[in-house]
């Protein structure tokens, strides 16, 4: 529930998800990717995904752990299974 919790969070899916290709992005062009995300509430997301062992900050920039990559493959088999999937009519 923990991880259900923090992945929830306002824009915590979509800094995973500009962090999946092994870039290494600085604070202002992950924000840039994000859409504008306020400084207050990217920087708060860092560190909750830091603090979890999903995203550490590398030099001048941000990357997924191995922990955060492992998830993101968990994600991507998660959104393989939603392109599928269609609610029954009327729910």
């Known amino acids: 529930m923990a991880l259900l919790d923090l992945l929830g ?3 915590a899916l979509r ?3 500009e962090l999946r290709d092994g870039s290494t992005p600085t604070f202002r062009q ?3 990717r994000c ?3 306020s400084s207050s509430v990217l920087a708060a997301r860092l560190r909750e995904l830091g603090e979890a ?3 550490r900050h590398a030099g001048e ?3 997924l752990t191995e922990q955060g990559r492992t998830l993101h493959e968990r ?3 998660l959104d393989d299974w939603a392109s599928s999937w ?3 009519a009327g729910d």
């Open 75 to 77: 994600l991507a088999q």
């Open 30 to 32: 992950l924000q840039q």
């Open 9 to 11: 969070r306002r824009w």
């Open 53 to 55: 062992d999903l995203v």
């Open 86 to 88: 269609r609610p029954r």
């Open 61 to 63: 920039g941000y990357l």
């Open 35 to 37: 859409d504008g995300v």
């Open 15 to 17: 800094v995973l998800w």
